[in-house]
């Protein structure tokens, strides 16, 4: 069995990869999809035998090993970004607050920035005092209003 896959990788490779890298629209990708797929048929053929047409059962396996390496390549990038994001914000949260500060002096930091946010000029001056009175004194809407 190995020697007819052989055979038919030297007669038929040539077509199998034009028609992947046709499909695909990477010369890379194509042939890596084209190794997957004829190590598929070792695995697969010797138990079920040689399909009618194993050129088309190739370029069919070896599309789908494509979509399967590049979903992992999107999951790898996704997944390698969020942790890039997590160390970002674990460093930034390093920056505001250094370790020699006392938990006391970073609280005040804290508050003195949160009012002067809620104080921001872009604000009307009843939503500042309102704000302020909400978010830094902790009153109620009604106790405000």
Same mark, same amino acid.
């Given at each position: ?29 194509? /042939?890596? @999809? ?7 048929? !070792? ?7 040689? *399909? #009618?047409? %194993? ?45 020699? /500060?006392? @938990? ?7 508050? !003195? ?7 921001? *000029? #872009?604000? %009307? ?21």
């Amino acid at each position: 069995m190995a020697d007819q896959i052989g055979l038919l990788f030297r007669n038929e490779g040539g077509r199998v990869l034009a028609t992947l890298i046709r499909l695909l629209g990477d010369f890379e990708l194509a /042939e890596d @999809a084209m190794q997957d797929a004829f190590a598929a048929a !070792l695995m697969q053929w010797p138990s079920e035998g040689i *399909p #009618a047409n %194993p050129r088309a059962w190739l370029v069919n396996v070896g599309r789908h090993k494509a979509i399967d390496r590049l979903r992992r390549h999107m999951r790898f990038l996704a997944k390698r970004e969020q942790l890039e994001a997590e160390q970002m914000s674990e460093y930034r949260i390093g920056e505001w607050i250094p370790e020699e /500060e006392t @938990a006391e002096d970073a609280l005040q930091d804290d508050v !003195l920035r949160l009012i002067f946010t809620c104080c921001h *000029p #872009a604000l %009307p001056e009843d939503a500042q005092i309102a704000l302020t009175l909400r978010t830094i004194c902790g009153l109620t809407t009604g106790e405000i209003a």
